[in-house]
């Protein structure tokens, strides 16, 4: 290798020769320095290419410079194997992602190493066809990243592995060399390509020597199991297998060579699917009983034990669809496919009657979709929700993945939580036990320094149990950092030897990720959890008042990068930049608490520049708190950051004309024709926006001229003798920029039997303070806000930002000042909803509904009781996967932000509101949601429920 000149030489001859994105700064890197790892490596910089020139020139520069490559995909390896200390990584997802061409009749496609294996389901769909392979990561993967670790997923067992799935593989290799290799070939064809010339035959006869030359070692010392993903597939190079140097490449962790592009073969889809599942006493019990319902042929045969669901439990809501599980402690997902619903069912039924043959058994048919999909969920949602045991314990990684011969797995798992009891540690087990594949994620002491040795002793021991079984290592997350070093106690030396000589012939200097299967770093080093606690303004309750656990929530499973549907991330969805993720914002903290003591490159602290334009672009949804599997909350973090990064010094203009505006709007109040006489000069509003750090193109909303509170106490009132008091919470928005929707809330009240009273003088949730960081000011003004709460009331909120600050910022600011108020605070739906009362239906022909959700209500309250008040007045509501309209209260105002809010709005909420019919109910009970909708939408209005449940009574007292 040459020797290695100054980084920024190489930065600049990069940015010179590659049209893609070439990224050297501290941010990047350090998003890029961890995968769903426990290990942080940090790069030397981050290549983006734009198309396979990109590819060829940052390969060949790296070459020069003696860089290492390590290629990426969606970076959700468990292993360490898309990170590398020093090295470039190549994004592949980036830009490399299109599915080229499905070609139905030879049931093959052809696409990009970073096409995303949904995009690739969803066009080969279109033909009744898919890729069999599906891990859980399905949304994000990459078929590249499914090719270096050939992952399988839950119908492996049908359908195979990634390997099992391939028609041809375009590599480029370390020298420039470029080839394409296929599956097995008869005895001729593989003398041809001895005789090809240059490298590549030069290759192929290494490669084919060696094999003859090893021919014993490769017969007898390579398991053979349907989950063997550990170490290289040599065995898949022996004349009786046809030389097959794709399957052999496959799972080679990018250590070989470059993918270029791949035709994969597809298989043909089941038009219905039913789903049996079969429930145990225990998960030995559910293993036992997986070899008498193999020969049925199942599409899955997926574990999941008691202790997962606990776990889920733990993490947030039951879903409705738990109720399906039959009586036991662990459950198999048994899925049956066929061409019409009657089919599926059938085999269903089959398999059913297979499972009660087991006395200790009990089994369910699940028929519907829906609930197929909600119970599919929960299994995928695994790898993040055993990340925290049900206790709150965290787990990691490290023994996640081993398999076994399937007839063997009920002894196995006996064994291991015999092993985990010895060790003293916890997991929570699942997986795909028809291949004798276990997912677990253990509590290792891995933040502990000084217990670390227990973490090596334990993974030496667990591999030699594994062995004992006749197992693998690994059965589909690969090897990278985590147990490349085991691989000596899984195969005999002369195997291991024979690795790094096949990695030698394929990559003789050693270019690509090294560290990983050949010559591999220690299992304990490069662990990501160093860091340091700081004061904190915020409680963090559920981490033990620490930011750094709360950070290291993120294990990097990636959901915040499935740009398809979700509220999580919106930022993300419009800038696909990963820093603006919620786990690259997530990594960047914890690299800002790690320090320069640490090693760490963001040096700052507080002050850090790198992690404010990271957070600048987050819009405070809350999104993240929801979706998440492990419930990241970067609106919290944000906040916490934007307080101590401003502390004591000048804020941005924003955060003084939209933090403070409660009180801004409150003052204008006082003479609202005035105000509005100044915002609609077009030479006065300017420069009230150019002072307040408000984008030139967004429209200042007026002020009406009379003020929700002030309307209520001139209001003739209608409350009937021995009506029920309510609290109804008078928010800004509501009460000082549309009145509107409280004025519809009153009527609605009023009308059904309730008296509405509201709070003894001004209130405020105290948002617009908590989302710019200024959380001093937040907390006095809900103390004032609580002194005047009349004590009792169910407080009913209009406003869902509002609504759920008072649910959830509220106690976390205050603790238990904050009262039992949290507690009796209700959505409008939820209220009426509660108490059951009757509702009028909407009159005449069917009226239809479109619905934008607002991200705090999705994320904090819930919309289950706005669904069935929906239904119940007759509405035929739609609810679009629309996530974030994107104006997110201040964000979408504030200078430097209109262009992600816009192209946030228009990805889904938008066209769909442009597309509905002229008489369609667009329902918005954000004041947001509805202004984004107002301003962007070519004059469509939406408005609250309760104008549409005013409209429903004023329909019936006229009927």
């Not at 004349?239 to 791949?262: I, K, M, N």
């Not at 933090?659 to 003052?667: F, S």
């Not at 819930?862 to 239904?871: H, M, P, Q, S, W």
């Not at 035929?876 to 201040?890: F, H, I, M, R, W």
Request: net charge neutral; with cysteine; glycine share 10%.
């Amino acid at each position: 290798m040459a020797t290695t000149p100054a980084p920024h030489g190489l930065a600049r001859a990069l940015d010179a020769a590659v049209r893609g994105d070439v990224r050297f700064g501290a941010a990047e890197r350090t998003v890029y320095s961890h995968d769903a790892s426990n290990y942080r490596q940090l790069p030397l910089g981050v290549v983006k290419p734009a198309d396979t020139d990109d590819v060829r020139a940052t390969l060949a520069l790296c070459r020069e410079y003696g860089v290492p490559v390590v290629p990426r995909g969606a970076g959700t390896s468990i292993g360490g194997q898309a990170i590398g200390p020093g090295a470039v990584v190549l994004d592949f997802r980036r830009y490399l992602n299109r599915v080229l061409a499905v070609d139905p009749d030879a049931r093959t496609a052809r696409v990009e190493p970073g096409a995303v294996l949904d995009d690739l389901q969803t066009a080969a769909l279109r033909y009744g066809l898919r890729f069999g392979p599906d891990p859980s990561t399905h949304s994000r993967c990459t078929i590249g990243g499914m090719i270096g670790n050939d992952s399988c997923g839950a119908h492996s067992v049908a359908w195979g592995r990634t390997a099992d799935n391939l028609h041809a593989l375009d590599l480029l290799l370390a020298d420039g060399t470029e080839l394409t290799v296929t599956g097995p070939l008869p005895p001729a064809e593989r003398a041809r390509l001895r005789e090809r010339p240059g490298r590549e035959g030069a290759l192929h006869r290494a490669l084919q020597d060696l094999t003859a030359a090893n021919l014993p070692a490769l017969r007898q010392g390579m398991p053979d199991l349907p989950r063997r993903t550990s170490g290289y597939a040599l065995d898949a190079l022996l004349p009786e297998r046809g030389y097959d140097v794709a399957r052999a490449f496959t799972g080679s962790e990018g250590s070989w060579a470059l993918l270029l592009g791949a035709t994969v073969r597809l298989v043909r889809a089941p038009a219905v699917r039913a789903l049996v599942i079969a429930g145990y006493p225990d998960e030995t019990a559910a293993a036992d009983a997986v070899p008498a319902l193999l020969p049925l042929r199942p599409l899955t045969v997926e574990g999941m034990a008691a202790d997962l669901i606990a776990a889920l439990l733990a993490a947030g809501p039951r879903p409705p669809a738990l109720d399906r599980l039959p009586e036991g402690e662990c459950w198999l997902f048994l899925e049956t496919g066929g061409a019409t619903g009657a089919e599926a069912l059938d085999a269903a039924r089959e398999l059913a009657h297979a499972v009660r043959r087991e006395r200790s058994a009990a089994v369910a048919v699940v028929v519907d979709p829906g609930e197929q999909r909600q119970l599919w969920g929960v299994r995928e949602a695994g790898a993040g929700i055993v990340t925290r045991l049900p206790d709150g314990t965290e787990a990691w990684p490290g023994w996640e993945d081993s398999a076994v011969p399937v007839e063997r797995l009920g002894g196995y798992l006996r064994d291991l939580r015999a092993l985990l009891r010895r060790h003293g540690l916890r997991g929570v087990p699942y997986g795909h036990f028809g291949e004798g594949c276990i997912h677990m994620r253990l509590d290792f002491p891995l933040t502990e320094p000084h217990r670390l040795p227990e973490f090596r002793v334990f993974m030496t021991e667990a591999a030699d149990l594994v062995v004992a079984h006749g197992g693998s290592l690994s059965g589909e997350h690969g090897d990278g950092q985590a147990r490349s070093e085991l691989l000596s106690r899984m195969y005999p030396a002369e195997v291991v030897d024979l690795f790094g000589q096949v990695k030698r012939v394929w990559d003789p200097e050693l270019l690509l990720n090294p560290g990983v299967l050949v010559d591999p770093r220690p299992l304990d080093a490069d662990l990501r959890f160093t860091g340091r606690d700081l004061p904190l303004a915020l409680p963090y309750e559920k981490d033990g008042g620490s930011l750094l656990k709360a950070v290291h929530r993120c294990v990097g499973v990636a959901r915040c990068v499935d740009t398809r549907s979700g509220v999580m991330c919106p930022s993300y969805m419009v800038t696909e930049e990963e820093r603006h993720s919620t786990r690259g914002r997530a990594r960047l903290l914890a690299e800002m608490l790690r320090g320069a003591e640490e090693g760490g490159v963001v040096t700052d602290g507080w002050r850090s520049e790198e992690v404010r334009e990271a957070l600048d672009l987050c819009l405070g949804c809350k999104g993240c708190a929801a979706d998440c599997p492990v419930q990241v909350d970067l609106a919290t973090y944000r906040t916490e950051f934007l307080h101590q990064h401003y502390r004591r010094r000048l804020r941005p203009a924003s955060h003084y004309s939209m933090g403070w505006l409660p009180l801004t709007l409150r003052v204008a109040g006082l003479a609202p024709a005035l105000a509005n006489r100044l915002l609609g000069s077009p030479r006065t509003a300017a420069a009230l926006k150019r002072l307040g750090g408000i984008d030139p193109r967004r429209r200042l909303p007026g002020l009406p001229g009379e003020t929700f509170e002030q309307w209520f106490r001139h209001r003739e009132r209608r409350t009937r003798r021995g009506a029920t008091p309510v609290l109804l919470w008078p928010d800004t928005f509501s009460n000082l920029l549309e009145p509107e929707p409280a004025k519809a809330a009153v009527e609605v009240l009023e009308h059904l039997g309730f008296a509405v009273r509201l709070p003894q003088g001004p209130v405020c949730c105290g948002l617009t303070w908590i989302s710019t960081g200024q959380i001093d000011v937040a907390r006095r003004v809900l103390r004032r806000s609580l002194r005047a709460l009349p004590s009792g009331l169910p407080v009913v909120g209009l406003e869902p930002s509002c609504t759920a600050a008072l649910r959830e910022e509220l106690p976390r600011l205050l603790g238990p000042a904050a009262g039992d108020v949290p507690g009796r605070v209700r959505t409008l739906a939820e209220f009426l909803d509660g108490t059951g009362v009757g509702l009028p239906r909407l009159t005449g022909p069917q009226v239809h509904g479109l619905t934008q959700v607002h991200c705090h209500q999705h994320a904090v309250l819930g919309t289950a009781a706005d669904r069935r008040i929906e239904a119940r007045i007759g509405l035929a509501n739609q609810v679009p996967d629309s996530g974030c309209c994107g104006l997110a209260g201040n964000f979408g105002f504030e200078r430097g932000h209109y262009e992600v809010s816009v192209a946030a709005a228009e990805r889904v909420l938008l066209p769909a509101v442009r597309a509905a019919a002229p008489d369609t109910v667009l329902l918005a009970d954000g004041f947001s949601c509805r202004t984004q909708i107002a301003q962007l939408a070519d004059g469509r209005r939406a408005i609250h429920l309760a104008e549409l449940l005013r409209r429903a009574i004023r329909e019936h007292g006229s009927g």
